[in-house]
Nanobody, 122 residues
Framework: QLQLVESGGGSVQPGGSLRLSCAASGSTFTYYAIGWFRQAPGKEREGVSYISRSGGSTDYADSVKDRFLISRDNAKNTVYLQMNSLKPEDTAVYYC???????????????WGQGTQVTVSS
């Protein structure tokens, strides 16, 4: 059973940056691709980014492309989401998820973290 814990959320002004972390334990981390998702109040959960098991393949939602960067450190069992040039519309609870294959579609993931709040406001 894989456990995921997100951290790094908080409040930031528009144009600011945050780095989210997703720490995994309980199973072999390199078996899993990791995705980041977010859910704003009153909206459906949307895929933000994912990274393959090796880290060699990544993808991003159009809304965050060129602003967010996903990476993983398999030695530390951790995936990072560097978020730059943040906008108010990035405000949401951010979740990481693990699955055998990477996708921006949430239904393929087997394990989920509890989420971390990101608020972008002046």
């Amino acid at each position: 059973q894989l456990q995921l814990v997100e951290s790094g959320g908080g409040s930031v002004q528009p144009g600011g940056s945050l780095r989210l972390s997703c720490a995994a334990s309980g199973s072999t981390f390199t078996y899993y691709a990791i995705g980041w998702f977010r859910q704003a109040p009153g909206k459906e959960r949307e895929g933000v980014s994912y990274i393959s098991r090796s880290g060699g393949s990544t993808d991003y939602a159009d809304s965050v492309k060129d602003r967010f960067l996903i990476s993983r450190d398999n030695a530390k069992n951790t995936v990072y989401l560097q978020m730059n040039s943040l906008k108010p519309e990035d405000t949401a609870v951010y979740y990481c998820a693990a699955g055998l294959y990477g996708s921006l579609l949430s239904h393929i993931y087997d394990y989920w973290g509890q989420g971390t709040q990101v608020t972008v406001s002046s």
